[in-house]
């Protein structure tokens, strides 16, 4: 028997709490302990591999000071979309690390001119390492 995959709304979710919970500085036990579950269960929230309620979304929401429709952002609802969900879930999930947050928060720090060049830096720098990997 396969296991079955989480629906990719709920990844989204999930994603977006994980991100959220990040950018105010908690712990997951700490934002278990104010919507009344487990950090476990706050885990399988962020991972999408459990649904979470709307109540449950809307305490969240009250426990990270953000409006429920936060966690909604950048969903359509068209079937279409599930390749731009994926793509938003790579982006969240690297701006929930830490080396993500870090250079999300530097990054605004500097000019605009010099942010332009970083990121012109960078696309070229992936760009390279995918023409080394084909």
Not at 35 to 59: C, D
Request: glycine share 6%; net charge positive.
């Amino acid at each position: 028997m396969t296991k079955p995959t989480p629906n990719a709304v709920d990844v989204h979710v999930g994603a977006r709490i994980r991100q959220r919970r990040l950018l105010a500085d908690k712990s997951q036990d700490v934002l278990a302990h104010a919507i009344g579950v487990t950090f476990q269960q706050v885990q399988k929230y962020e991972r999408g591999a459990n649904r979470i309620s709307a109540s449950r979304i809307y305490a969240v929401a009250c426990a990270l000071g953000t409006p429920v429709s936060w966690f909604f952002e950048g969903l359509t609802g068209d079937a279409a979309d599930q390749a731009a969900i994926t793509r938003d879930l790579t982006v969240d999930s690297f701006l929930s690390s830490r080396e993500g947050r870090s250079l999300a928060l530097h990054f605004q720090a500097l000019k605009p001119r010099h942010r332009r060049q970083l990121a012109a830096l960078v696309a070229a720098m992936a760009e390279g390492s995918d023409q080394q990997a084909a």
